[in-house]
């Protein structure tokens, strides 16, 4: 049995951060799709059962908006620079996609710990390397 208070504040998140995958698949997606004419033949996340962590081979900065575009109905959390929770965009990203910090040029076990909880917890973790 949990703390009453803290449950319903991890029910507001998760479905904050639902609703704000959504919103990012309906805007963010339908954009890629059309300037890039993005397809995803015979890929379907809602199929795979669990939490997944995606790990790829980051090449461009679009890679992790194309990856969450292909992951619609399975919203990931992302592991990124902590520079980018201090831009101006930091609070709202974290607030919405509860983001993973990693400090550039530090060991990985602390982010690691934190992402294996997350997944544990029942989240899909995105890590570009």
């Known amino acids: 049995m949990g703390i009453p208070g803290r449950d319903k504040e991890k029910q507001t998140v998760e479905k904050r951060r639902r609703r704000a995958w959504n919103a990012a698949q309906l805007i963010v997606g339908n954009w890629g799709i059309k300037k890039f004419g993005l397809s995803f033949a015979d890929f379907e996340p809602a199929d795979i059962e669990g939490p997944v962590l995606v790990a790829v081979n980051h090449t461009c ?19 990124a620079s902590e520079h980018i929770l201090r831009s101006r965009w ?39 390397v």
Do not use: C
């Not at 900065?61 to 592991?79: E, Q, R, V």
């Not at 983001?99 to 029942?122: C, D, N, Q, V």
């Open 61 to 79: 900065a679009y890679d992790p908006i194309f990856i969450g575009i292909a992951f619609k109905n399975k919203p990931l959390t992302y592991i």
């Open 90 to 128: 930091g609070n709202l990203l974290d607030r919405y996609f509860s983001i993973i910090p990693h400090k550039k040029g530090a060991k990985g076990s602390r982010t690691a710990l934190i992402a294996m909880k997350r997944i544990k917890k029942g989240d899909s973790v995105f890590l570009a």
